[in-house]
């Protein structure tokens, strides 16, 4: 069993910043690629941003020069920092990452997400 929690969504104004956490835990013998995707009303989920354990980075490019994804010490954890927002940011922002389960396989799994509100 392998738990995603996310925190950081909040209502900020446009130009504003925020920082998304993301920390995994429960039977982990380790964690490939982390990454958030957004999903706004009435769109399909999208991708953010990702990063591997080797620490290789990859953007949309809607946020590239914007948004920074990082990884903890621990590896089992995942930020974004945000800055520059913009209403089209408005969106909830999903956690994945890729596990390596203790005993089984890898799977993927996901956070319950973390509301991000851009008022103009």
């Known amino acids: 069993q392998v738990q995603l929690v996310e925190s950081g969504g909040d209502l900020v104004q446009v130009g504003g910043s925020l920082r998304l956490s993301c920390v995994a835990s429960?039977?982990?013998?380790?964690?490939?690629?982390m990454g958030w995707y957004r999903q706004a009303p009435g769109k399909q989920r999208e991708l953010v941003a990702t990063?591997?354990?080797?620490?290789?980075?990859n953007y949309a490019d809607s946020v590239k020069g914007r948004f920074t994804i990082s990884r903890g010490i621990a590896k089992n954890t995942v930020y974004l920092q945000m800055n520059n927002l913009k209403p089209d940011d408005t969106a909830v922002y999903y956690c994945?990452?890729?596990?390596?389960?203790?005993?089984?396989?890898?799977?993927?799994?996901w956070g319950q997400g973390t509301q991000v509100t851009v008022s103009s």
């Open positions: 994945n990452a890729a596990v390596q389960v203790r005993g089984t396989g890898a799977y993927d799994y």
């Open positions: 429960g039977n982990i013998f380790s964690i490939n690629t």
């Open positions: 990063i591997t354990s080797g620490g290789s980075t």
